[in-house]
C-alpha cells in the first residue's frame, strides 16, 4: 500500500523551530520529488518547498525562503521540513505530497502539477 505519513508537528513559540517529517511505505520516495504543502483555516492551499529526486535541488515559496529547509534522507525513505524563525502566520496543517509526473524544476512546478498521493497531514501552531 503506497502512503505518506507526516509526523513532527505541535505547539511552537514565535522564533521557535519544528522539523517535519514525511515518512513513505510501499514505494521508494528516492524515485520521486516531493513537495510539503500547508493550509490555514479559511485560507486556500500554499504550495511551501520541494525536493528533486534526480539532483536534488530545493525551490521555496517567498513567505518562508530563508528560514524553512527541504532535505531528504534516502535510506530511511523520508522528506524532512526544518522550521525555524516560526511565525504566527506559519500556523497551519502542512501536507506532504508527490507524483510520478512531478519533477520540481521550479516552485511553479509545485502549483501546476496535479499532486496524486497525499500524505494526512500534521498540525503546526505557532503562538505565545
Known amino acids: 500500500q503506497v502512503q505518506l505519513v507526516e509526523s513532527g508537528g505541535g505547539l511552537v513559540q514565535p522564533g521557535g523551530s519544528l522539523r517535519l517529517s514525511c515518512a513513505a511505505s510501499?514505494?521508494?520516495?528516492?524515485?520521486?520529488?516531493v513537495a510539503w504543502f500547508r493550509q490555514a483555516p479559511g485560507k486556500e492551499r500554499e504550495g511551501v518547498s520541494c525536493?528533486?529526486?534526480?539532483?536534488?535541488?530545493?525551490y521555496d515559496a517567498d513567505s518562508v525562503k530563508g528560514r524553512f529547509t527541504i532535505s531528504r534522507e534516502n535510506a530511511k525513505n523520508t522528506v524532512y521540513l526544518q522550521m525555524n524563525s516560526l511565525k504566527p502566520e506559519d500556523t497551519a496543517v502542512y501536507y506532504c505530497?508527490?507524483?510520478?509526473?512531478?519533477?520540481?524544476?521550479?516552485?511553479?512546478?509545485?502549483?501546476?502539477?496535479?499532486?496524486?498521493?497525499w500524505g494526512q497531514g500534521t498540525q503546526v501552531t505557532v503562538s505565545s
Open positions: 510501499g514505494f521508494t520516495l528516492a524515485y520521486y520529488a
Open positions: 505530497a508527490t507524483d510520478t509526473l512531478f519533477r520540481c524544476v521550479s516552485y511553479e512546478d509545485i502549483i501546476a502539477t496535479d499532486f496524486g498521493s
Open positions: 525536493i528533486a529526486n534526480s539532483d536534488g535541488n530545493t
